[in-house]
């Protein structure tokens, strides 16, 4: 059973930092795209940040470039998202998911999806 949990979410002061956790289980996807996503209440699930299998290549959302930092560590099957400076504006459900190919920006080429973990930045 292919399993992704996420970890390390919380209420934190605007400002903050905080570090995102993913781990897999049930097959590995060391050759796919890795990705977080947030989803707030009465919108839509938003790509965060995703990165390729190497880690070479990463896409951030405009609203978090240069405040949160994606990486991957393919030994111990985990995704991270450190997250600085943290706004009220990240309050959401925070998702890993795996994506079906190498690199991937689209939220439905994402098959396999975490329960979230949430964030809350207050002011």
């Known amino acids: 059973q292919v399993q992704l949990v996420e970890s390390g979410g919380g209420l934190v002061q605007a400002g903050s930092s905080l570090r995102l956790s993913c781990t897999t289980s049930?097959?590995?996807?060391?050759?796919?795209?890795m990705g977080w996503f947030r989803q707030a209440p009465g919108e839509e699930r938003k790509l965060v940040a995703c990165?390729?299998?190497?880690?070479?290549?990463?896409y951030y959302a405009n609203s978090v470039k240069g405040r949160f930092t994606i990486s991957r560590d393919n030994d111990k099957n985990t995704l991270y998202l450190q997250m600085t400076s943290l706004e009220p504006a990240d309050t959401a459900g925070h998702y890993c998911?795996?994506?079906?190919?190498?690199?991937?920006?689209?939220?439905?080429?994402?098959?396999?999806w975490g329960q979230g973990t949430q964030v809350t930045g207050s002011s």
């Open positions: 998911a795996a994506g079906r190919r190498g690199f991937d920006t689209a939220v439905y080429e994402y098959d396999y």
């Open positions: 049930g097959r590995t996807f060391g050759s796919h795209a």
């Open positions: 990165i390729n299998w190497t880690g070479s290549n990463t």
